[in-house]
């Protein structure tokens, strides 16, 4: 088995999958996504920034092509700043576009026969959980007695926490979601998690199965900083940044703002970055307006790729991601590695990146605005906790976890010939 690094791998490397007929030697991989993409008119398959082609190739080192199921949309035209996801060895298995648990709902039986039609008889099948994708096909995999590994990418209980999601489904999701998966990891062949220990307690696999844990970051040389922020003095302002998704809330870009406004009231001078974009956008600018922040809240929109967004990290002084749900923030490690303080909540594996110091509670805008204003107060502890960042995040350099990865798809594998 070779290791071939993502930056390496291009569109002319490998065969596409659908060219690929199984044979005795050769093993494709179906994978569950719960990100949405645009189809354009040619054919082609895109992204708007996440889970894009190089994301997936990580699955070509034990596996001969990727068919990747998720829910596809067609537009007019390839979108200006788009990522492609197909190519050489990866292709994408389209499922009708639906939103929310009622377009599920209403949809489930053209959804779950889209998703068994994706799946050939050879195949290796990855589940990647929590979410309505992996649903379309457990029931089947139980069902033929067919192995499948796991990916725990997060938790569903917190994700559907009060004030994480806009549904009047929400207490119905947070009791059904949670007790799927933790069949699906009892009934899974093979398991990773993103946490080294969290996720795992709450979902645990089958005590005989190959299981480890890999964040699905990858870190290269180039995202790290040569070395962690000092602050030698209080900065004017203290520039703050927050990195997440606007499509829901919870990543609480909400209570930021109003944490953020209060600390401005102890007479901190203070600018906020929100990178991030989605349905939600416009109701949080408008929340920056009524807390009379709006000229110091920046909201940068969609970022294309992690340059720019290494940039504005570069410029900032403090990352804040005070969620309300997480598996493991790959955004928070990104800033541990250009050498950041962090302050993080205390859900899904934040405590395994973050001291206690360092967090608060989930949806508490009081203690968050608290937390920011005794640590931009104290230059010194900004410096102590830039160093402390900057060396845990060597723990998820690409090649670290690699190792582990590889070890998961080679379980899978042999799972899935046997």
């Known amino acids: 088995m070779t290791l071939v690094a993502a930056s390496e791998r291009n569109y002319d490397s490998r065969p596409n999958i659908e060219q690929q007929p199984h044979t005795e030697n050769r093993l494709n991989i179906c994978v569950t996504s719960q990100h949405r993409y645009m189809r354009s008119p040619d054919g082609a398959v895109w992204t708007d920034g996440k889970y894009d082609y190089i994301f997936w190739t990580r699955y070509l080192d034990e596996f001969d092509g990727v068919r990747v199921i998720a829910r596809v949309?067609?537009?007019?035209?390839?979108?200006?700043?788009?990522?492609?996801?197909?190519?050489?060895?990866?292709?994408?298995?389209?499922?009708?576009?639906?939103?929310?648990?009622?377009?599920?709902?209403?949809?489930?039986?053209?959804?779950?026969?889209?998703?068994?039609?994706?799946?050939?008889?050879?195949?290796a099948v990855m589940l990647r959980v929590p979410g309505e994708i992996a649903l379309c096909l457990d029931t089947w995999m139980w069902k033929t007695i067919r192995p499948y590994g796991v990916e725990v990418v997060g938790d569903p209980y917190e994700l559907y926490a009060p004030g994480s999601v806009k549904s009047v489904f929400r207490p119905l999701?947070?009791?059904?979601?949670?007790?799927?998966?933790?069949?699906?990891?009892?009934a899974a062949a093979t398991a990773s998690y993103v946490t080294e220990s969290t996720l795992?307690?709450?979902?645990?696999?089958?005590?005989?199965?190959?299981?480890?844990?890999?964040?699905?970051?990858?870190?290269?040389?180039?995202?790290?900083?040569?070395?962690?922020?000092?602050?030698?003095?209080?900065?004017?302002?203290?520039?703050?940044?927050?990195v997440g998704t606007l499509a829901q809330l919870y990543k609480a870009p909400d209570t930021l703002l109003r944490a953020f406004a209060l600390a401005v009231a102890e007479k901190l001078d203070l600018?906020?970055?929100?990178?991030?974009?989605?349905?939600?956008?416009?109701?949080?600018?408008?929340l920056a307006a009524r807390l009379?922040?709006?000229?110091?809240?920046?909201?940068?929109?969609?970022?294309?790729?992690?340059?720019?967004?290494?940039?504005?990290?570069?410029?900032?002084?403090?990352?804040?991601?005070?969620?309300?749900?997480?598996?493991?923030?790959?955004?928070?490690?990104?800033?541990?590695?250009?050498?950041?303080?962090?302050?993080?909540?205390?859900?899904?594996?934040?405590?395994?990146?973050?001291?206690?110091?360092?967090?608060?509670?989930?949806?508490?805008?009081?203690?968050?605005?608290?937390?920011?204003?005794?640590?931009?107060?104290?230059?010194?502890?900004?410096?102590?906790?830039?160093?402390?960042?900057?060396?845990?995040?060597?723990?998820?350099?690409?090649?670290?976890?690699?190792?582990r990865r590889a070890a998961h798809y080679a379980a899978l594998k042999k799972a899935t010939q046997r």
């Not at 931009?376 to 190792?403: C, I």
């Open 73 to 123: 949309r067609d537009v007019p035209t390839s979108p200006a700043n788009g990522k492609r996801v197909d190519g050489a060895g990866i292709s994408v298995a389209p499922l009708p576009f639906v939103r929310g648990p009622l377009g599920y709902l209403l949809n489930a039986r053209k959804l779950s026969a889209a998703a068994r039609a994706a799946v050939q008889s050879g195949d």
């Open 173 to 186: 999701l947070r009791a059904f979601y949670p007790w799927r998966m933790r069949q699906e990891c009892a």
């Open 200 to 242: 795992q307690k709450s979902y645990p696999p089958a005590s005989a199965i190959f299981h480890t844990h890999y964040s699905s970051i990858e870190l290269d040389d180039a995202a790290y900083a040569d070395s962690p922020k000092r602050f030698d003095a209080a900065g004017s302002p203290t520039r703050l940044v927050f």
């Open 271 to 286: 600018t906020l970055t929100i990178i991030g974009d989605g349905q939600h956008r416009a109701e949080l600018e408008n």
């Open 292 to 403: 009379n922040i709006a000229p110091r809240v920046r909201f940068a929109g969609q970022l294309a790729g992690f340059s720019a967004v290494k940039a504005e990290l570069d410029t900032a002084d403090l990352f804040v991601l005070a969620s309300h749900q997480e598996g493991l923030p790959r955004a928070t490690i990104e800033a541990m590695a250009r050498g950041l303080p962090c302050i993080g909540s205390t859900v899904g594996g934040t405590p395994e990146l973050l001291p206690p110091e360092d967090m608060v509670s989930p949806g508490n805008e009081r203690a968050l605005a608290n937390k920011i204003t005794e640590v931009v107060r104290d230059p010194a502890r900004m410096t102590r906790m830039a160093e402390r960042n900057f060396l845990k995040s060597r723990e998820y350099h690409q090649d670290r976890l690699r190792t």
